[in-house]
């Protein structure tokens, strides 16, 4: 048996899943946890990766292996290939003011059709500009930039900074291969999350990039999602690897009429194309699949951690927050959540924080809480999908994925926010899984079709009030 792995560098954890290239069936599996906050050492998610692959028993018998992994996170390297800052995670928001300033510059209509985007604080390209201004003397001494899964699939590959004894350690064996930065890779998918990419062209701008870091620096080369990034020092092939939410299509096998939405740290709803879409409002990014296509893409704050927040605040786990917000009725008697406990990426409010509506001696219970937590995330995605859906791209069903989705009570009142068919798949690690297909792309030269099996699907009962009351107090 063949066996490829994939990894996903998560916000909150990286998780590696060893499955037979055949099939795709996971044979193996580990986990390991990352550091909680958005400024964030890589070497703590290499520690974790290395973590991970001890967790599933090691990577005897695998051939190829693929990272996908957070996207849009500011890995900056100095010319000897080491980290020169903590990196800024897709998270941190402390760049809002050089997005304006970067939209105001270029204009918003030239930039969503340079790069098919426009940059909120998630964007890398607005973490440098945030650099170029807040640390000078950092920004003077960047001599590559690089996403999350660049840097370590760079590492696997044996390089990293000059003298570091644990380029190799642990799981990997080989010599190390010291700080070639011209050895950094990426793909598409990644690299359009960037803000100086256009998934159209598939070339960087590099006049966006010198725009925000003050001086030019070296990218990663772009390799297509076939193509390896090369071998470890040991012989493993290493895929190109992907974004988290590209690597997820992939993992799913995604195809026309599926729309994605994952409840992760991040909320996201997302589609695979044939065509690119361009959006001057900024709602939808205009980013590349990890399959040569296009991944129209609209991403919240917060979801998940909303969840981790209110059952802490209730005193439940999550099984006891499901059942409350089941207790409850749609709508939660006009208890409205509006979740921005984080600041907010769609809509672009980085400075807003969580309200609650609607409280009333009635309204205010423990069920009607529970429940507008899970309606006010998902309220979010339902513009977001509103806003896709806007630029043409066909919804036959919803794809219910990441960490909250098995939950009951998610997948129930996902069924009544969305006016769509939801699925909810085997619970499985899809974004390692697509990571796996690439490695095992990578390794035989043509794409798996490996089988997804569905779950449930929660009964449709679309609710209107649901998105209604949410309306009514957005600010
Ligand atoms: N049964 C559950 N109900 C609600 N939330 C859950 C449940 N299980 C896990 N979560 C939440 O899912 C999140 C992790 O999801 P995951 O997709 O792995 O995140 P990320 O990819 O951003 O690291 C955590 O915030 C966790 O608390
Ligand atoms: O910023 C985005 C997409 O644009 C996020 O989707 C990140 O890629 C983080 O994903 P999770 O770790 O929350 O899954």
């Not at 807040?134 to 001494?141: G, K, M, V, W, Y």
Request: charged content about 15%.
């Amino acid at each position: 048996m063949t066996l490829v792995a994939g990894i996903d560098s998560s916000t909150q954890s990286c998780k590696i899943v060893i499955s037979d290239a055949a099939t795709g069936i996971v044979v193996r599996r580990g986990r390991a946890a990352h550091p909680v906050g958005t400024e964030v050492n890589p070497a703590a998610w290499w520690d974790a990766l290395q973590a991970a692959i001890v967790d599933a028993g090691g990577l005897g018998g695998v051939s190829a292996i693929s990272v996908a992994a957070q996207q849009h996170g500011m890995v900056v390297l100095d010319a000897d290939g080491n980290v020169i800052r903590p990196a800024l995670l897709w998270n941190d928001t402390r760049s809002a003011a050089a997005a304006t300033d970067l939209i105001s510059e270029v204009g918003a209509v030239q930039f969503a059709q340079r790069t098919g985007s426009l940059p909120v604080a998630s964007f890398t390209i607005t973490k440098l500009r945030w650099l170029r201004d807040a640390e000078p003397e950092n920004a003077a001494r960047v001599a590559a930039v690089a996403l999350p899964h660049d840097w370590l699939t760079w590492r696997l590959r044996g390089y990293g900074p000059a003298g570091d004894s644990t380029l190799t350690g642990g799981t990997l064996t080989g010599s190390p291969l010291g700080p070639v930065l011209t050895e950094l890779t990426t793909d598409r998918s990644d690299a359009s999350g960037t803000g100086y990419f256009s998934s159209v062209t598939n070339d960087y701008d590099r006049d966006l990039l010198t725009r925000a870091l003050g001086h030019d620096a070296i990218l990663p080369r772009v390799r297509g999602a076939e193509e390896p990034a090369g071998t470890t020092p040991g012989g493993l092939i290493v895929g190109a690897g992907a974004g988290d939410n590209a690597a997820a299509a992939l993992g799913l096998g995604a195809s026309a009429g599926d729309i994605i939405v994952s409840i992760g740290t991040s909320g996201t709803v997302f589609a695979v194309t044939d065509q690119p879409t361009t959006d001057a409002t900024g709602t939808v990014a205009g980013f590349a699949d990890a399959s040569g296509r296009f991944l129209p893409l609209v991403a919240t704050l917060n979801a998940a951690r909303v969840l981790d927040s209110v059952s802490d605040l209730l005193g439940v786990d999550f099984d006891g927050l499901g059942r409350l917000a089941l207790d409850a009725t749609p709508g939660a008697d006009g208890l409205v959540l509006q979740p921005y406990f984080e600041g907010e990426r769609t809509p672009n409010l980085p400075d807003a924080t969580a309200s609650l509506f609607g409280m009333t001696l009635g309204s205010t219970t423990r069920p009607n809480l529970a429940r507008a937590a899970i309606e006010g995330l998902f309220c979010g995605l339902a513009n977001g999908l509103d806003a896709v859906l806007a630029l043409g791209v066909r919804a036959d069903r919803i794809l219910l994925i990441g960490g909250a989705a098995q939950n009951p009570a998610v997948q129930a009142i996902a069924a009544q926010v969305f006016d769509v068919p939801v699925f909810v798949p085997t619970p499985g690690e899809y974004v390692a899984d697509g990571a796996a297909a690439q490695a095992a792309w990578a390794h035989s030269g043509a794409r798996p079709s490996w089988s997804v099996s569905l779950a449930g699907r929660p009964a449709p009962d679309f609710h209107p009030v649901i998105r209604a009351q949410y309306a009514a107090h957005r600010i």
